[in-house]
């Protein structure tokens, strides 16, 4: 069935409970590539908590993508096949703890029709808030439904994608990814068969499993806080990427920065 436009723009949910620990921390953190270098010690306090001399674990500040993973204003009428990420942008109010109990409030920001064949973009916005009402961190995820265009919906008041300079980077790093990664990062939260079963991915016009957009976005996150935060992850403020093409686990990235 199309989307139901424009009464999936009511959507919402307030009050869903979710909590987490530091074990959904530390897998989150080796889901995005976090110890690959076992002797690594600034990566290490992301994915272990014991030392011989006493030293924080700490939290990938991406982790606020998978926090409150599954939270959604209801239910939209989508070809689940065709579905990818499409773009994040999250605002941190505050540093990520290690544990806590959270409410996330969820609602539709908008729905935009590319066209028949072209696809459709979905908005969504998540709030999630301490356990004393204060605003933690605000989500903004886009998906592109790729076959669902053409329900009538207006192509108006889409987000301009962030415009890359046009100069040299001053840093360039690569990062590379296991061919098994996507099957350690699916445990945080993201079950989509699209990165996990060969069968799905060919229904889904790719030749094999993809990586899942939102570990890439964890790659991009480690790329900052090696190069410009010096691993402290209370220096991020916002985190927005825009996911162009696939990734495929075993691929290298390469992460330019300005």
């Known amino acids: 069935m199309p989307i139901d436009y424009p009464a999936v723009l009511n959507l919402r949910a307030n009050g869903l409970p979710y909590s987490w620990s530091e074990k959904e921390v530390m897998l989150y953190a080796l889901g995005v590539g976090m110890g690959s270098d076992p002797l690594n010690q600034q990566e290490l306090q992301f994915v272990n908590e014991v030392f011989a001399t006493s030293k924080p674990l700490k939290v990938v500040p991406t982790f606020a993508s998978v926090c409150v993973w599954g939270a959604r204003p209801g239910v939209i009428d989508l070809n689940r096949v065709m579905i990818v990420d499409g773009e994040r942008d999250i605002t941190f109010h505050k540093p990520m703890p290690l544990a806590a109990n959270v409410t996330a409030d969820a609602r539709v920001m908008g729905v935009y029709d590319k066209g028949r064949g072209r696809g459709a973009i979905v908005q969504n916005e998540v709030v999630v808030r301490d356990g004393g009402g204060d605003k933690m961190v605000t989500i903004i995820s886009s998906t592109f439904a790729r076959s669902d265009g053409g329900f009538g919906g207006s192509s108006e008041g889409m987000r301009e994608p962030h415009q890359v300079?046009?100069?040299?980077?001053?840093?360039?790093?690569?990062?590379?990814?296991?061919?098994?990664?996507?099957?350690?990062?699916?445990?945080?939260?993201?079950?989509?068969?699209?990165?996990?079963?060969?069968?799905?991915?060919?229904?889904?016009?790719?030749?094999?499993?993809?990586?899942?957009?939102?570990?890439?976005?964890?790659?991009?996150?480690?790329?900052v806080l090696q190069s410009y935060a010096d691993y402290d992850p209370s220096a991020f403020h916002r985190h927005r990427a825009r996911f162009s093409a696939p990734v495929f686990p075993g691929e290298i990235v390469t992460i330019n920065l300005w």
Do not use: K, V, W
Request: with cysteine; glycine share 6%.
């Open 165 to 223: 300079p046009r100069r040299a980077p001053d840093r360039s790093l690569d990062i590379p990814t296991r061919p098994d990664q996507a099957l350690i990062y699916r445990l945080s939260g993201d079950r989509n068969p699209l990165h996990s079963d060969p069968e799905f991915a060919r229904q889904a016009g790719f030749a094999r499993p993809i990586l899942h957009g939102m570990c890439t976005y964890g790659l991009t996150c480690r790329a």
